[in-house]
């Protein structure tokens, strides 16, 4: 998945949705829209590093010597 692609654009605004309906409709606090904002922002940016790193080396044109 190409990293701020459609694909990826797509994936983020459901992981969006899905955590923060989960948080805000399962929470009885005064403060429910702001955990569930904050905690479904949380998964999209942890989200977004997950691919970062997993995409750095996928196109590596100077693979480590003698690899086993």
């Known amino acids: 998945m ?13 992981t969006f949705v899905i955590l923060f309906l989960m948080n805000y409709l399962g ?7 702001e955990r569930a904002l904050m905690t479904a922002s949380a998964g999209v940016i942890g989200l977004t590093l997950g691919l970062f790193i997993m995409n750095k080396g996928k196109n590596d ?3 480590p010597q003698d690899f086993d």
């Open 2 to 14: 190409r990293l701020f692609g459609r694909n990826h654009i797509l994936v983020c605004v459901f």
């Open 27 to 33: 929470n009885e606090e005064a403060d429910k829209i």
């Open 61 to 63: 044109k100077n693979p």
